[in-house]
């Protein structure tokens, strides 16, 4: 999909701001039954999707870079672009004909794990400890990178479901 076919979005925002009030009052307004404009997930699949890679910036699940190092500085110039993530991409670590089983059967347990996982996700990246955790298509991402990645991917998923 080319860059101008993409939404434009707005990186000056306060990504925390984003995170600590818009995003879990969208999640608590979550049914259950929003259907997807777009892929395979359903808006539970979704909800559990967009713990993967908090996780991979908390650290509890590791990943390592899955692309040629002289392709970061492009990636990383994307990523602080103003445009949006590509519908139906499939990163090559998730099964590309069907989604990922469900950690929970109820969508308000997935809810509420999606809801700490943020939390923890911004503890972390706010750490004095924290440098940098690795993105597989990204390399390297330190906190502001990471706040950007992830603004990307709940816009992206959240538009997917017409939550925005």
């Known amino acids: 999909m080319p860059l101008q076919d993409r939404v434009i979005l707005d990186m000056q925002i306060d990504f925390e701001e984003f995170f600590t009030h818009k995003i879990p009052a969208i999640i608590d307004s979550i049914k259950g039954d929003e259907p997807a404009k777009w892929g395979l997930m359903t808006v539970h699949h979704m909800l559990e999707h967009l713990v993967l890679p908090l996780n991979f910036a908390i650290g509890t699940l590791p990943m390592s870079t899955m692309i040629a190092e002289e392709k970061i500085p492009r990636q990383l110039a994307f990523l602080a672009s103003e445009y949006g993530l590509p519908k139906n991409f499939k990163p090559a670590f998730l099964p590309s004909d069907k989604?990922?089983?469900?950690?929970?059967?109820?969508?308000?347990?997935?809810?509420?794990?999606?809801?700490?996982?943020?939390?923890?996700?911004?503890?972390?990246?706010?750490?004095?400890?924290?440098?940098?955790?690795?993105?597989?298509?990204?390399?390297?991402?330190?906190?502001?990178?990471?706040?950007?990645?992830?603004?990307?991917?709940?816009?992206?998923?959240?538009?997917?479901?017409?939550?925005?």
């Open 99 to 164: 989604t990922l089983p469900l950690m929970y059967a109820d969508i308000v347990q997935s809810k509420q794990l999606l809801k700490d996982t943020i939390v923890k996700f911004l503890a972390s990246v706010n750490a004095t400890t924290f440098a940098n955790a690795t993105h597989p298509f990204y390399g390297p991402l330190d906190k502001t990178g990471w706040l950007q990645f992830q603004y990307k991917h709940f816009i992206h998923h959240f538009s997917q479901f017409g939550l925005l």
